[in-house]
């Protein structure tokens, strides 16, 4: 009896081992699968690209008319006329508004009279002049007569030249009734309207009654840091660029939705001094604007030149790691090894970090995947391209 336990005991474990035995293959899978488990992780690695840039530096600025005209009244009056469309482009020299002008029609005549009657008084002096003269040479008039006569035709030549002022006077007054526009450009919408009294005199009391603004060209404001300001001076002292005083300086210009750098032109200004308070000087461009797309008072980006154009090595922006104080990217070796390489890095261009030193043509910089990569550890390179036609940032 205690030995047909035994046997089944016996047949139970051999049962079990055979189980287990066969379980394990399918535990520790095939030797296929056992080494592509243990493969090095996969990374993407590229070569840096080398490209042809300039250096810029950006900043934001606002766009400002070059002329800007508040139009007032000269000449006081009620307001007869007015010959613009609000908002319409107007040129120099056009009728804009009319002040009721017989008030100072009438100014005019009566000016032109007085110039009249005072030729009349003068012809007189000078012909009783002329017979106190003739009088005195045969002694039959006082010397103090015949100077009184001289000094009559002297005061009636200065009556003259006043009555004669006025008439230019009237005329002016009559010609400022007659309001232009003093500049072309956009006109604003007319802050008065027909039959209203206007105030003239041609001070700041007087009656606004519309502005114009130009449109072409049109310039641009920024202020630039004390340090960029060095840069650029640095720059233009080692003959990288040009002078920033000179109004030959090309700079490009976008607005906030632009995706590249569509708008050119030139700087033409530079402050004489740096603001105390802010730390910056003033900056003015000036460009084209023969459309009237561009309107004062809109933002936009500006970007100056730092440096003539040269080849550079960029990698991706994301590519770089910060260790501390270095900038430092991951390679990878013909073996597979991952390295660590410090290199001096430049500005980021489109996405791009420019390296100023620390890398060559050579180096197989991991571009994506980084985070499975580890100074010292194996990774399995795969080839990759770095985009040099990104999108502008």
Known sequence: MQGIVFSRRMRGFALLAGWIFGLAP??????????????PPAVTVSPPLKKQI?????????????EYVEVRARVSGYLTEIHFTDGQIV????????????????AAASARAEVAQAAASLELAKRQLVRGGELRQKDYLAASDYDSRVQQTKAAEAALDVARAQVRDAELNLEFTRITAPVTGRISAHQV?????????????????????????????????EADYLTLQRATAA????????????????????ADWGLAGRLDFLDNQIDRSAGTIRARAVLNNRDFSIIPGQFARIRLPRTTPYDALMVPEAAVVTDQSRKIVLTVAEDGT???????????????????????????????????????GKVTPQAGTIPSDRPAQ
């Open 91 to 106: 040129n120099k020299g056009d009728l804009l508004f009319v002040v009721d002008p017989r008030p100072y029609e009438i």
């Open 239 to 258: 003959g990288r660029v040009g002078s920033a005083r000179d109004g030959k300086l090309a700079v490009q210009l976008r607005f906030s939705d632009d």
């Open 193 to 225: 309207s027909i039959g209203n009294l206007i105030s003239g005199g041609g001070s700041s009391d007087s009656t606004l009654l519309t502005t114009v603004v130009s449109l072409d060209p049109i310039h641009f404001n920024f202020d630039v840091s």
């Open 26 to 39: 399918a535990l520790s899978g095939t030797p296929a699968q056992a080494q592509q488990q243990a493969a």
């Open 338 to 376: 991952v390295g660590a390489k410090p290199i001096v890095v430049g500005p980021v261009q489109d996405g791009l970090q420019v390296v100023r030193s620390g890398l060559s043509l050579d180096d197989k910089v991991i571009i994506n995947g980084l985070m499975r990569a580890r100074p010292g």
């Open 54 to 66: 300039v250096e810029w530096m950006e900043f934001t600025g606002q766009f400002a008319s070059v």
